[in-house]
């Protein structure tokens, strides 16, 4: 065997979504000629500890917590990490690669790499995944201490197939530069035969795997780090996709795919072309065997994609669109560099209504430039598309947390521009000079009122449960952010403010700010400008 | 793969008693490397293919063997004790050492202890060489995060007076479980009250 991909815990969602990344990786290596064997340690998970949901919640909050520690818990991470490894030592690799999804795979990363070097130090180890893409000190930190022994940044079939071939001078590999691969038609596809297909069903309790038409995005979205990560948006043919369902359909017998792309229509002859062939094939098929899909979506206006393409998109098995709303504000939405207004929102909700066809509104509150008047559109946004909650056009609304600086992208680029400052160094705490009563704490205020009102309106919310959790622990957060200081410090360093100790006032001393007197009534900040004021 | 083992021993001497040396005897594998009296602090070095256990056996040593005061305490003693062991250029983590087994045998009771490396009784110190030297630094590395979460798991006394494990989240207590969340209305009132 030459390399064993794994998928470490802990993805939490609550569909057991069939990962994507190892499998891609695991394509292109059978490919080149290579031997692989792809295991899924996150979904297993699940299963250990079905009928143990609390001791399920403590593993999980181990592997996503560093500053978890117990001794009862540790012994239950013991035994799954130690099983995982032999696992994988079972099949003698000479490597192992781990797909690292996001900072809460980081833990089980670095556990299973440490038993893995004790047990048979002769395995080597790559790490990769959009968990290392934003953080550089976590797998440079891991290769300092001997725990793995490479790292993969960015698209990382060519790296992979480069890495076990013996070359260490390769874009992505070790921190080297990484490189777009242009013709992502050539890649191979990726392979699933690893998986027991059944235990990964959409939402609609259908067999699915996820397939890519294109990476990328043709938007430039302000809070978007797709552009940084991707900077050239590359699409397949429609006719190269709709060959690739075709082929899971014959090879697997799934009846679903789910479209890792950021947008499906971002080039309208592709797109058009796919859903032409895919019609094709689903015509061909008999009725319980016709397939559906998901994916991300644009809205577009009525002259760039007219009615009938709405229709051509329902034969081709259209099922959930996942949009982009963000808010229902146009100021904030054209800030943000969304490329429709209102009357296209409206246009695609009445279309996809007609022809059938779902979505899930994708939601941003607490945008820097969100007022209470553009919460209140948000608000108002919902109760008058109440009706397609309940016809079963929106599906779902994610909501997010709230708004994250998220490094890469043009919000955190240009924070000076965008007169937004960060506090305490933490991506959810910042203020924007501008629409300084929006604090973290208005933000989390606007988010879970939004929640609750959509609740009341018959809306249903995604992943309800795991935001709730999140929500909660911003709570916390909040609390505990409250009692730092080295925030507002940082303000004053900055951007010359003086504080009126007798009016509570911050005035501002920069000439090039629109107002040079903001009065600050939101107690939260006050409490932070007392404290500069007595520092 | 051969490798150089350096182990130092260093003997604790009674010249209170006829025999004032501890007797050890140093197996690896199935081969004895040394049998004798320890009669000063040592380095024995052997070149090995680190595919057996190491086996330091302190024998020979009787009750009378340790002087006491008036007062019962220990005043003299024959024992020995294990100060390193290095493999090539590595030397063992301790945290390894310390999780050895030593076997002892005294007044014909039989015990396993842990976490010492001072042989004062008659009995087998068992250590496993690995193969890979830098397998000892993993399993450290291990053991060091077994160790945090001992050290640092904590409790609470909840509402009911039960008590709670929890860790420390965004600096709160939460409980480990966490299965009980709140709705979203009363998050909507704690979000208010913060």
């Keep these: 065997m030459d390399i064993v991909l794994i998928i470490p815990p802990r993805i939490q969602d609550d569909y057991g979504y069939t990962p994507a990344g190892p499998s891609a990786l695991s394509g292109s290596l059978i490919d080149a000629g290579f031997m692989t064997k792809v295991i899924d340690f996150n979904s297993r998970l699940d299963g250990i500890y079905e009928n143990e949901p609390n001791i399920l919640a403590s593993v999980e909050n181990f592997f996503m917590y560093y500053d978890f520690y117990n001794e009862g818990i540790f012994k239950e991470v013991e035994k799954y990490i130690i099983d995982c490894a032999n696992e994988i030592i079972s099949y003698s690799p000479k490597w192992l690669g781990i797909s690292v999804f996001s900072y809460n795979s980081h833990r089980a990363t670095r556990l299973i790499s440490i038993k893995v070097k004790e047990l048979a130090p002769h395995i080597s180890i790559v790490i990769g995944g959009g968990g290392i893409a934003t953080d550089f000190k976590f797998p440079e930190m891991l290769k300092e201490q001997g725990i793995i022994d490479a790292y993969i940044r960015g698209e990382g079939e060519l790296s992979v197939v480069a890495l076990l071939q013996g070359k260490t001078e390769f874009s992505g590999l070790n921190g080297l530069p990484t490189e777009q691969i242009d013709d992502i038609d050539s890649l191979p596809y990726p392979d699933y035969s690893d998986y027991d297909l059944v235990n990964y069903t959409n939402i609609k309790g259908l067999l699915a795997v996820p397939i890519t038409g294109s990476r990328g995005c043709v938007a430039h979205c302000s809070f978007c780090d797709i552009a940084k990560q991707w900077p050239k948006y590359r699409f397949r043919s429609g006719h190269s996709i709709a060959k690739e369902i075709k082929h899971y359909i014959q090879t697997y017998g799934v009846n679903a795919f789910r479209f890792t792309d950021s947008l499906i229509n971002g080039s309208m002859k592709a797109f058009t072309d796919m859903c032409k062939e895919l019609t094709t094939i689903r015509n061909n098929l008999p009725e319980n065997e016709k397939f559906t899909w998901d994916a991300h979506f644009i809205v577009r206006n009525e002259r760039a994609m007219p009615a009938e393409i709405y229709d051509l998109m329902a034969s081709a098995g259209a099922g959930t669109l996942l949009m982009g709303i963000e808010s229902g504000s146009q100021n904030v939405r054209d800030h943000m560099k969304k490329l429709f207004n209102e009357d296209d929102l409206e246009f695609t909700m009445k279309q996809i209504s007609r022809v059938g066809v779902s979505c899930r509104m994708l939601m941003i509150v607490g945008y820097p430039t969100e007022t209470e008047e553009d919460f209140q559109e948000t608000v108002d946004m919902f109760t008058k598309y109440q009706k397609y909650a309940h016809n079963g056009t929106i599906e779902h609304v994610n909501l997010g947390l709230t708004l994250n600086l998220l490094p890469g992208t043009p919000l955190d680029d240009n924070k000076d521009n965008n007169r937004i400052v960060k506090l305490n160094n933490h991506i959810n705490d910042w203020i924007c000079l501008d629409n300084p009563t929006l604090t973290y704490k208005e933000r989390l205020k606007r988010r879970i009122f939004l929640q609750k009102h959509i609740n009341e309106l018959g809306y249903v919310v995604f992943e309800e449960k795991n935001y709730r959790k999140q929500l909660f622990s911003a709570c916390l957060e909040i609390k505990k952010l409250k009692n730092t200081t080295n925030a507002p410090t940082t303000i004053l360093e900055n951007l010359d403010f003086d504080f009126d100790s007798e009016t509570g006032t911050l005035i501002n001393n920069d000439i090039s700010m629109s107002n040079n007197r903001n009065t600050i009534n939101e107690i939260d900040t006050k409490i932070n400008l007392t404290t500069i004021h007595k520092s | ?194």
């Design chain 2, 1 to 194: 793969m051969k490798s150089t083992l350096r182990l130092t021993l260093q003997p604790y001497i009674n010249h209170n008693v006829n025999e004032p040396y501890p007797f050890v005897c140093i197996r690896y594998g199935n081969e004895v490397v040394y049998n004798g009296a320890l009669t000063t602090k040592k380095t024995f070095k052997y070149v090995i293919d680190c595919d057996s256990n190491l086996v330091i056996e302190h024998y020979n040593k009787q009750p009378s063997d340790t002087t006491v005061n008036e007062n019962n305490e220990i005043v003299a003693d024959k024992a020995i004790e294990l100060k390193s062991i290095m493999l090539d250029d590595y030397s063992i983590p301790l945290t390894f050492l310390y999780d050895c087994e030593y076997h002892t045998e005294w007044n014909n009771k039989f015990e396993i202890i842990t976490n010492t490396l001072y042989f004062g009784f008659n009995g087998k110190y068992k250590i496993p060489i690995l193969a890979n030297i830098s397998r000892y630094k993993y399993y450290v590395m291990w053991q060091e995060e077994k160790s945090l979460n001992s050290k640092n798991q904590q409790q609470h006394v909840n509402d009911l007076g039960e008590i709670v494990e929890t860790f420390t989240r965004f600096g709160e207590k939460t409980n480990i479980e966490e299965s009980e969340l709140p709705s979203i209305t009363e998050l909507y009132t704690f979000v208010c009250k913060l």
